[in-house]
């Protein structure tokens, strides 16, 4: 088995000595060895790559020279001698006459190269009978498009739709149009020359200078929605999502990896939230998407009167527990750390919540559970999204409301209404802290204040410092250098709260948010940055007193809306 | 009151509104400091460095006048077919630097993230793209670059056609260092020719070809002059100077100006004073704008730089002058930023012999994934032939990428190594 990486692989050459190739599509646990070997800054699957190389599994592996961070898995793996075979092929960027000859002189000396590397003997004609025409399964689908997407990625979206899924990145839209002169010619010129010519006439891919055929992919009838994954430092796809957003027929979702295992929850949670948004909700107990105030309304009159709905939200940093009676009045609230266990806290939380209003657990006809932790929490009957969750909760409390701002302890959101309070589109931060409630916690403490000394703090600021490091990591330098030139801790603050209210307003654009806004989580009880990010967007924020408990209390609707 | 602040402010204010007058404000501001550069250049420079300075400052000035005789291009794509035919270049490091040195990047770089570029890419050609989306620089004639070196520009260009509809030609360079490769691009610089004198209207001709790059030879024998003097020597220096040889050295290799500035530089280095201080050889593009850094290596007698691999590599490839389509394509595929990382370790182990280097600093600006990933065996790569080096992260334009505690110590902390080298 030869371990490869795209479709521009000649995957039938190798079909000619008898190998078969796989795709790596696997998204590890950890990348810390390939790290290491290069750097944290190439992208996931370049660093899986070579993760995947050093776990010693490999024997053999077909590279192709498609980007930079190709041609430096190929110098890393071939330095730590990682592989027994190790072969690059050069793949032109543009697919002119002097390119197919070129290619087509690449395919024989990799022919040349794994003949003298193995001993065995390239057979022609069995190497033209591998080449097969896959008929794409009918009927409706969702397309996974962008960068490469792992397994994982691609089974959070078929449970999220309960689909078809098509994964169109770099390996699956792989179909050679081969003429059939050259799959019966015995003329090794003539085969290799119409072999190159069939690879390069593929969709492309967005490092090659032509991608208009990649306009195709957009146009099928049977196309549901798309999920748009890129991959932190791939920069070929980012640009080509607002082009693809902007010309779709379909909603397009879009989604950000580092092709790592761990990023899996934070995909499951956008793509579950697009899942619901579009009215599919596979896998999602049975919820219907809207999240309208007349929706729960008439569901509350007709079937749940007299009885009582809890939403648990289990965040990173806290977890908080909304009790609605059959009237959406709030009748408990409660927020605690959330501690070492989701399940655990939540518990206990909406035992205490319940204790507060003086009902018991039989009081409650359903309860529904939302954040990070939903899926590992026993007491929900049901869990639906954070972004779902926010709109319904914040729709709630202020009817005009068309954009929610939520910056939370591990994330932050900005989900966009459309006039009848669906969400129309949502974005969040990438992994990385900057720009949340996380990247002021860390801050506070270089600072040697509390959290609430940190929301007053900058109010009174009289120089305009710019911190310019978004990374937490960075910026804890840059703060603590500051504090060593002794500028004044109300100019640091309000550097830091204008950093956020940047990292913040770039979300909104991307999201196509409109006012009014509302902002909602843990750092909207943070006036600095509130007062930054309303500078930023030229319009008062819409901050309201259950601003964090706003997921719980979307929860809560959610459940009273919906009773089985 | 801190005047390039603050008409980097304004330039970014007036962009946001009114692209055509943020244009013509760039370009009253690089008029005055060309004035400047003429009038009252940093007298700390040699002449040679001076005379770059004002050289770089008005290719700018020359785009901005008249973008229709101006082409975009890629830093590795030849300049002789443009120089032959009677076009300004301009490159995506060379817009972003200006873009820089006017404290305006912020604006751009998120410009570039509003039309949808990652930040991850490299923030020389986010700049550059931020420019293009805003409509701050204009457009120009067309547009030509390479596949090599830097993913940026396999992004950059296509983005433009398809965008801005400018035409474009890219030269393939195939990875593999061999005369079959130097001979395909040799017919895709035939097309390169065709193409450029299809934009002008008129064929290039093979005359003036043939002079261009004569002179691009007669700048390399002189920058071998320049290097091959240098041990034992200063001539003072700072990082923006040497990012102005990258691009005399590339953007305007085979003009007269590129001659006239290698035969000042070797001139002066002949004459240049005796320096005991610590030499390095510098890889990869410089945090020209970045404090710790400039405080360590710009006119300091205690350490400076030497020589650079981008500045350095195209003169020190052998070509024959008489055969101007080989002798580009050769400088293209044997550059040392083809091929397998081994290239650039031993276009480095040559600098380090030309100049007497003490060591070498490879520089992993944030956004390029081609040195980032080869920093680590480039460094390993060095210290098994003896050469310390240093692997310094950073960025040459987003300030954001960057950490100026953790400079300032790698830094100081790689100059002790190579003093304690010395005494040891």
Redesign the interface.
């Known amino acids: 088995m030869i371990c490869t990486v795209c479709k521009y692989t000649p995957i039938e050459l190798f079909a000619g000595f008898g190998e078969e190739c796989s795709f790596l599509e696997e998204m590890p646990a950890s990348l810390d060895r390939a790290e290491a ?3 944290a ?3 996931g699957f ?1 660093k899986a790559l070579i993760e995947e190389a050093l776990s010693g599994q490999v024997e053999q592996m077909v590279l192709v ?1 498609c ?3 190709m ?6 793996v ?2 730590e001698a990682a592989c027994d075979r190790l072969f ?1 092929m ?1 793949l ?3 697919c ?1 006459p ?2 197919v ?2 290619l087509a ?1 690449s395919l024989k000396q990799l022919r040349d190269e794994y003949r003298e590397a193995t001993g065995i003997e390239f057979d022609l004609k069995t190497c033209q009978a591998a080449f097969e025409t896959r008929e794409a399964d009918p009927g409706t689908y969702v397309a996974i498009l962008g960068a490469r997407a792992g397994k994982q990625l691609e089974d959070a979206v078929r449970n999220a739709f309960g689909l078809a899924v098509r994964n169109l990145t770099c390996t699956g839209t792989r179909s050679l149009s081969m003429p059939g002169q050259a799959l019966l010619t015995d003329d090794e010129d003539e085969f290799f020359e119409a072999y190159a010519q069939a690879l390069l006439a593929q969709v492309p891919c ?2 090659m ?3 208009v055929g990649r306009r195709a992919l957009l146009e099928d009838p049977n196309l549901a929605g798309i999920v748009y994954h ?1 991959m ?5 796809y ?6 693809v957003a902007s010309r779709a027929h379909v909603p397009v979702c879009k989604i950000e990896s580092d092709f790592t295992a761990q990023s899996t929850e934070q995909l499951r949670t956008r793509v579950e939230a697009f899942a619901e948004a579009l009215g599919f909700s596979d896998g999602l107990s049975g919820f219907a998407p809207s999240t309208s105030k007349e929706t729960f309304g008439m569901t509350r009159e007709t079937e749940a009167q007299g009885r009582y709905f809890a939403g648990i939200d289990s965040g990173s940093t806290s977890t908080d527990v909304v009790i609605v009676d059959g009237d959406g009045t709030i009748i408990s609230t409660l927020i605690v750390p959330t501690g070492a266990g989701a399940s655990k806290s939540s518990e206990a939380c909406l035992a205490s919540a319940l204790e507060q209003a003086g009902l018991t657990r039989e009081d409650l006809a359903r309860v529904v559970t939302t954040g990070y932790g939903r899926a590992y929490i026993g007491e929900g009957d049901a869990s639906v999204t954070e972004i779902t969750c926010h709109a319904a909760g914040a729709r709630h409390l202020d009817a005009t409301v068309r954009t929610i701002i939520d910056i939370g302890g591990q994330d932050s959101k900005v989900i966009s209404l459309d006039a009848d309070g669906h969400v129309a589109k949502f974005v969040m931060n990438d992994k990385c802290a900057a720009g949340t409630g996380r990247f002021l916690e860390m801050m506070a403490r270089a600072l040697q204040i509390s959290l609430d000394e940190m929301s007053e703090t900058g109010l009174a600021w009289r120089e305009d410092i710019a911190i ?4 937490s ?2 910026a804890e ?2 703060v ?2 500051l504090v060593a030139q002794n500028k004044d801790v109300d100019d640091i603050v309000h550097g830091l709260c204008e950093s956020v209210a940047a990292k913040t307003s ?1 979300l909104v ?1 991307r999201a196509g948010g409109t006012g009014p806004y509302m902002m909602t989580g843990g750092v909207a009880a943070n006036a600095g940055v509130v007062a930054a990010i309303e500078r930023r967007l030229g319009q008062k924020l819409i901050v309201s007193d259950k601003a964090q408990l706003c997921g719980a209390l979307g929860a809560a609707l959610l459940a009273r809306g919906n009773p089985s | 009151m801190d005047v390039v602040r603050t008409f980097g402010t304004i330039v970014s204010n007036t962009a946001r509104t009114d692209a055509d007058r943020a244009r013509k404000l760039l370009l009253f501001g690089w008029k005055a400091q060309m004035l400047k550069l003429c009038a009252a250049p940093d007298k700390r420079l040699p002449k040679s460095r001076q005379y770059a300075a004002q050289v770089a400052m008005r290719k700018v000035l020359d785009v901005y006048a008249d973008p229709s005789h101006a082409a975009a291009m890629s830093v590795f794509a030849p300049y002789e077919p443009l120089g032959a035919a009677g076009i300004t270049p301009f490159s995506v490091e060379q817009i972003s630097c200006w873009m820089a040195g006017s404290q305006a990047e912020r604006f751009f770089l998120d410009a570039a993230s509003d039309a949808g570029f990652t930040e991850t890419m490299c923030s020389y050609h986010r700049t550059f793209l931020g420019a293009c989306a805003s409509g701050v620089l204009p457009r120009p004639a067309f547009a030509v670059y390479t596949s090599l070196a830097c993913d940026g520009n396999l992004i950059t260009f296509p983005w433009l056609g398809r965008t801005q509809d400018i035409p474009r030609f890219c030269i393939d360079v195939p990875y593999e260092r061999s005369e079959q490769s130097v001979a395909d691009v040799v017919a895709q610089l035939h097309g390169l020719v065709d193409f450029v004198g299809e934009q002008v209207g008129r064929p290039v001709s093979d005359e003036a070809l043939r002079t261009t790059c004569e002179r691009s030879w007669k700048s390399a024998l002189a920058w071998r002059r320049f290097l091959a003097a240098s041990p034992g020597r200063r001539l003072p220096a700072d990082m923006t100077s040497e990012m102005y040889a990258f691009l005399m050295n590339h953007v305007v290799l085979g003009s007269p100006e590129s001659e006239r500035f290698c035969t000042m530089l070797a001139d002066e280095m002949e004459g240049a004073r005796r320096s005991e201080g610590l030499r390095i050889v510098w890889l990869h593009t410089m945090p020209f704008s970045q404090a710790p850094a400039i405080e360590r290596l710009n006119f300091n007698d205690r350490v400076f730089i030497t020589a650079c691999d981008l500045a350095s590599d195209p003169m020190l490839i052998d070509v024959d002058p008489a055969d101007p389509y080989d002798a580009m394509a050769r400088r293209l595929v044997y550059s040392c930023m083809n091929g397998p990382v081994q290239a650039r370790i031993d276009r480095a182990l040559d600098m380090v012999r030309r100049t007497q280097a003490d060591g070498v600093i490879v520089f992993g600006h944030w956004g390029c994934k081609a040195t980032l990933g080869a920093s680590s065996l480039i460094a390993a790569g060095l210290e098994d032939a003896g050469v310390p080096c240093l692997a310094l992260d950073g960025d040459g334009i987003d300030a954001v990428n960057r950490s100026d505690g953790q400079t300032a110590t790698r830094l100081d902390a790689f100059i002790e190594q190579l003093e304690a080298g010395r005494r040891a």
Do not use: I
């Open positions: 070997a290069s750097h800054n190439l992208c370049g020279n980007c930079d961070v041609r430096r898995c190929h110098d890393v071939a330095a690059l050069d032109p960027h543009t002119g002097c390119q000859t070129s002189r967005m490092r200078d032509d991608s890129t932190k430092f791939c920069d070929f980012s640009v080509e999502y607002a082009e310019s490091s978004t990374c990591v960075f330098s840059e603590v250098s770039t654009k």
